[in-house]
């Protein structure tokens, strides 16, 4: 097959039209070499979606603060949670913490890990 019959093939007269060759050459360097290419487009849009799910979470973590701080605002939950948390207690009271035998189990198996 030489020049001349290569030249008559239709691809081939598609293929080295000059407006072929410039359209081509301008989307490779749009999708991968120019700095607002396809590849950076696609990387920053998983950055956005990452970014949101994080969003997501932390104001749903933020609502449930909120439940909590609204509920120790009244002086008998805060009483209550001040006793179960941090084990405080009033003057002139003891305090007995009774352990079932399951929970020391897992407090066992805790500390192994």
Do not use: C, P
């Not at 449930?64 to 207690?89: G, H, P, Q, T, W």
């Amino acid at each position: 097959m030489g020049f001349k019959e290569l030249k008559q093939k239709k691809w081939f007269k598609v293929m080295t039209n000059i407006y072929v060759l410039v359209l081509t050459m301008f989307a490779i360097w749009m999708i991968f070499f120019d700095t607002n290419s396809l590849l950076i487009h696609l990387e920053l849009k998983r950055e956005i979606n990452k970014l949101e799910k994080t969003k997501d979470f932390l104001q749903s973590e933020i609502e449930k603060d909120k439940k909590v701080i609204e509920k120790l605002s009244d002086e008998e939950e805060l009483e209550k949670f001040a006793r179960e948390e941090y084990y405080l207690k009033k003057k002139n009271e003891e305090i007995y913490l009774i352990e079932y035998e399951d929970s020391l189990k897992l407090k066992e198996k805790d500390k192994k890990e």
